[in-house]
């Protein structure tokens, strides 16, 4: 089961009275949100790279052992009653972890996940300079909170979704009473 970062439970439907009357209250929350998301995306990003490289360097190794094997006496190889399973056996395995890697995409996902975390930190860099430099006037400041939120929004629709256990490993330190009630269906 996976989980959309952005659900309703941390973005900005979540959001107390308080912080909807102070713009710049909201974006401090919207910020750290975005930090988490950024982060939650990283992690997976790095995980689908680890798990290409253990399926892919695991393939080659039994691939390499099973022909070495082979090559190493051609024609001479003569495998007993027991041996020859053990190799046919590796074979397969060789195969199966090379079709489980190619099926599954590690490394594509792995790309997926590492653009969103850019995009991700680019809108928390975005947020920061906003924060830093906040407008004057209500129009103003609706207008730019607004601009966070739409660009928030097509982020979260292109992202991949995060695991369950990175998003709850990245979110869970962080909830607040006023999140945990706000949905998500995580508490």
Request: glycine content about 4%.
């Amino acid at each position: 089961m996976t989980k959309q970062v952005d659900s309703d439970f941390y973005h900005h439907r979540a959001e107390t009275k308080e912080t909807l009357t102070e713009p710049k209250v909201l974006l401090d929350k919207w910020h750290e949100r975005l930090r988490l998301c950024s982060r939650a995306h990283f992690v997976a990003s790095d995980r689908y790279t680890r798990l290409h490289y253990v399926f892919g360097l695991l393939a080659a190794v039994l691939s390499a052992a099973i022909g070495c094997l082979v090559l190493a006496s051609p024609g001479k190889v003569n495998l007993s009653v027991l041996a020859a399973p053990v190799v046919g056996l590796i074979s397969f395995l060789a195969a199966g972890l090379t079709s489980v890697q190619t099926f599954l995409r590690f490394i594509e996902r792995s790309e997926q996940h590492r653009i969103a975390a850019t995009k991700y930190s680019a809108l928390k860099r975005e947020a920061e300079e906003l924060i830093t430099f906040f407008p004057e006037g209500e129009n103003n400041q609706r207008e730019c909170v607004k601009a966070i939120r739409e660009r928030w929004d097509e982020i979260t629709n292109e992202a991949p979704s995060i695991a369950d256990k990175t998003f709850i490993r990245i979110f869970r330190p962080r909830w607040t009473v006023d999140d945990s009630s706000a949905g998500g269906g995580q508490q």
